[in-house]
C-alpha cells in the first residue's frame, strides 16, 4: 500500500512558476513509477509526466515539454515536478500517481495503482 499526498499548488500569473512535490508513504517507493496527472473543470483527466524508479528515464506530454520538469529522490520518498513558463490552460487539479508497471512511457491513467487527492494549480492571464 502506498499513499501518495500531494503540495505546492497555488495561485501564480502566466508565465510564473510553481513546484509541486508528492510525499509517499511505503517503503517500496523506489520500485514504483511516478507520475503527475492534471484535470481541468468539465475536462477528463489528462496525463503530464511520468519518471521510471530510479529517474533516469522520463516522458512528458507534449503540451509541457520544456517547460515542465519530473524529478525524484528516493531516500526521501518524494517526487517533484517543477513547472515553468506557465499557462492559463495548465490551470487544474494535479494529481500524483504510482505504479507497479516499470518505465516511464504510461500516459494511462488505468496504468497506475495509487493515487493522491490533488492539488490545485489555477494560473492567471
Known amino acids: 500500500q502506498v499513499q501518495l499526498v500531494e503540495s505546492g499548488g497555488g495561485l501564480v500569473q502566466a508565465g510564473g512558476s510553481l513546484r509541486l512535490s508528492c510525499a509517499a508513504s511505503?517503503?517500496?517507493?523506489?520500485?514504483?513509477?511516478m507520475g503527475w496527472f492534471r484535470q481541468a473543470p468539465g475536462q477528463e483527466r489528462e496525463f503530464v509526466v511520468a519518471?521510471?524508479?530510479?529517474?533516469?528515464?522520463?516522458y512528458y506530454a507534449d503540451s509541457v515539454k520544456g517547460r515542465f520538469t519530473i524529478s525524484r529522490d528516493n531516500a526521501k520518498n518524494t517526487v517533484f515536478l517543477q513547472m515553468n513558463s506557465l499557462k492559463p490552460e495548465d490551470t487544474g487539479v494535479y494529481y500524483c500517481?504510482?505504479?507497479?508497471?516499470?518505465?516511464?512511457?504510461?500516459?494511462?491513467?488505468?496504468?497506475?495503482?495509487?493515487w493522491g487527492q490533488g492539488t490545485q494549480v489555477t494560473v492567471s492571464s
Open positions: 500517481a504510482a505504479g507497479r508497471l516499470g518505465g516511464s512511457r504510461r500516459p494511462f491513467a488505468a496504468e497506475y495503482d495509487y
Open positions: 511505503g517503503r517500496t517507493f523506489n520500485s514504483y513509477t
Open positions: 519518471i521510471n524508479w530510479s529517474g533516469i528515464s522520463t
